[in-house]
């Protein structure tokens, strides 16, 4: 067996069965036995989110609706071709793109900011973290709540119901974007004092302007809602950042391509103020368009006042040149040809003449390499060729029909100009008059009740599934990282034979200890005149754990048939692999059996054994051990101890304590008188369970060995790697040692381990 394990070190590691294949019963296995990690991770998520929920303020949202009608459809002055031809040649936005631009534009955000008073920031001053959330969820903060009082030393806080309204701040400008604290004093009085230090900057009363000494700062408070002695923060914010916070929470877009419906939207803190917000945005951005209207009209109605009388003029002398030609030649007759010649040089002639006032008009406005005046310049240019081309046609006619058609045609192109300038001219009047434009508002602000964000009822579903998302990847990133041996197959691999399969019971994982469990042993030990120990064979013997420790107790009983004086060795790898559990447990099982049994706890540094067999007195271990018999010439027999049978059981229990410390137990284990104590036992027990120190961390389990008849490695389940196991067979080889087999406990105790059918198969 030593060759075999020895040659097993220098085999290549095999595959892990299960390595490649994942079935769906193993992850189940998986998530079931990681159950508790999983829903730890998943709580702890939702904890945080729900944390968030109630602890961030919450954002109001408020919206209004305003229309955006395009020239074609307002009626307006911009509804005549002037106004018309020079956007449809030059490209610009639509009417809606250039009222979201203005009402984003400081002519309509800074008279907001000064009827608000949006440049000075107020509010209460909160616990830090939590006192937010207590004010609001708690206490409550509506409109119509009082203040809290608070505990003695927190009263600096708000804690609800706290509000403060300032009209107006002056401040020097070393100050501004600088908060302040305002606190309040009794009888509606105030004090205005620095961030940093506490120095009073001025007192004032709510409803009177209040100065300091020197005059820089100046304060009036409207109203003020507070307990004696609450702070508030008090902040004078300089133009630039009044205008960047109000366009951070504003939002303006068009609801639909081309629909010309424009929502403004805007999302703060308070639920109120967004939609007196909203409401005085709406309303800055039809006074700033209504003057830029008039201001259009005034400049456009002098254009055309102007050109009027230079068109009556041109009109008349056209309607003169035309009667007096007739009055010299007759009344001519113009055929169908002719007239359709007519018409078309009446519409070219209208179209030059006016993108020529059209081009002069905003020559007012822009210089002549703008693209409104290139575009309106590239449009005449085509008229005029286009002329031309008509005019070849006309140059084929008779000469006296030649000058019909020309005159005709000056008369009614200017006919129809001055027309359309008397009308445009109306318009514009009527524009100046009642300054309608062509916005308009649809639908205004309402209060907001509930709040934009956070969502809570999706933060928490969205958090609840990230929890349970990431508990799963939690329990199989602990799988990945803790991967170790936990089956049969697998032990075989390194060339080790399973003996019992241990599974992991809740007594196991959670012993009788503790100052419940003491008292109930203090009021038991009356019935008992020795006290013993309560190991898991005796206290619970229907058990999981003990019915393998049974299978594992037929299984040496087999090997040893015929034998008497058989030592078993119990070791494991590292500590915490179970080894002195399996040890007393079995010891326990040995005797009840009818044999002859002595423990003897040869672990001279932990004496995890001599604990579970009840040789604590008074908090240390009574009595003398190996280490004093080696050191001593006492007898043996002045080492040995029992332990009685419990009630309902047959067998009693041998063992010897491991006594007091030793500097170097691998040296006492090392002594003959030791060894000659280990053959005195064989001569007189049938079995000799010997709990050694784990053999990876000292030398003792292989000085243990060679004594040994059996030699058993306790594993704890999916905690040893193949490497590590590889190792420990080496150390017991080298010393000469056989190890029999394995004994895998606590199967099916860690998340996914081999064994989860195991436990139910047992209970």
Known sequence: MTHDNASALHQPRRPLPGDEDIRPRDIYELLVAGRWTLLGVAATVFLLALAYCLLVPPTYRASALIQVVEPTKSGGPVDNRFGRLGALLSGTPSQASAEISLMQSRRVIDPVIAQLHLDIATGPRHFPIIGSGIARNINGNGEAAKPVEAWFGFRRWAWGGDRVSVEKLEVPAEDNDNTLILVALEGGAYRLQSFWFGRELLTGKVGSEAASRDGRYKMLVKSLQALPGTEFSVTKLTPDVAVANLIEGLTVEETAVSSGVIEVAYKGSGRAMVARIVDALVESHHAEHSAALREDSERSLEFLNKQLPTIAAQLQEAQAALSKYQQINGGLSVDFDGQLLLRNGVDLESKRLELLTQIDKEKTRYTAEHPVVQALAAQLTTVEREQRNLKGR??????????????????????????????????????????????????????????????????????????????????????????????????????????????????????????????????????????????????????????????????????????????????????????????????????????????????????????????????????????????????????????????????????????GPSRVPADTLLQPRFTDLIRLLASNYDFIVLDAAPVLAAADAAILGRLATMTLLVLKSGEHRADELEVALARFADAGVTVQGAVLNQVGGRAGAYGQTLKAAYA
Do not use: C, H
């Not at 029909?401 to 129809?416: G, H, I, M």
């Not at 120990?533 to 420790?549: I, K, T, W």
């Not at 790898?573 to 179970?578: F, I, N, Q």
């Open 394 to 659: 006309v140059d084929l006619l008779p000469q006296t029909k030649q000058d019909v058609l020309t005159l005709t045609r000056d008369v009614e192109a200017r006919e129809n100009l001055y027309k359309s300038i008397v009308s445009s001219i109306q318009s514009y009047q009527l524009a100046m008059v009642g300054s309608v434009g062509n916005v308009r508002t649809i639908d205004n602000a309402s209060l907001p009740y509930v709040p934009a964000a956070p969502k809570t009822l999706l933060i928490l579903v969205i958090s609840l599934a990230l929890g349970l998302l990431f508990g799963v990847v939690a329990v199989f990133l602990r799988r990945s990282l803790t991967r170790g041996l936990e089956s049969p197959a697998e032990l075989a691999t390194v060339g080790l034979t399973t003996l019992a399969l241990v599974p992991l019971s809740k007594a196991q994982r959670r012993p009788s200890t503790g100052l419940l469990a003491k008292l109930k042993k203090a009021k038991s030990a009356s019935k008992r005149t020795t006290e013993v120990a309560d190991l898991l064979a005796d206290r619970l013997p229907e058990d999981a754990a003990v019915e393998a420790l049974r299978a594992l107790r037929t299984s040496l009983l087999n090997r040893a048939a015929g034998k008497s004086g058989v030592v078993v060795l119990v070791s494991g790898p590292v500590a915490g692999s179970g080894a002195s559990f399996v040890a007393a447990n079995l010891a326990l099982l040995l005797a009840q059996a009818g044999r002859k049994v002595v423990a003897v706890d040869a672990d001279l540094r932990g004496q995890a054994l001599s604990r579970s067999l009840g040789g604590q007195a008074n908090g240390s271990l009574a009595g003398a051990g190996i280490v004093e018999y080696v050191q001593s010439a006492m007898a043996p027999e002045a080492l040995l101890r029992s332990r009685p049978a419990m009630a309902g059981t047959v067998g009693s229990l041998d063992w010897i304590s491991g006594g």
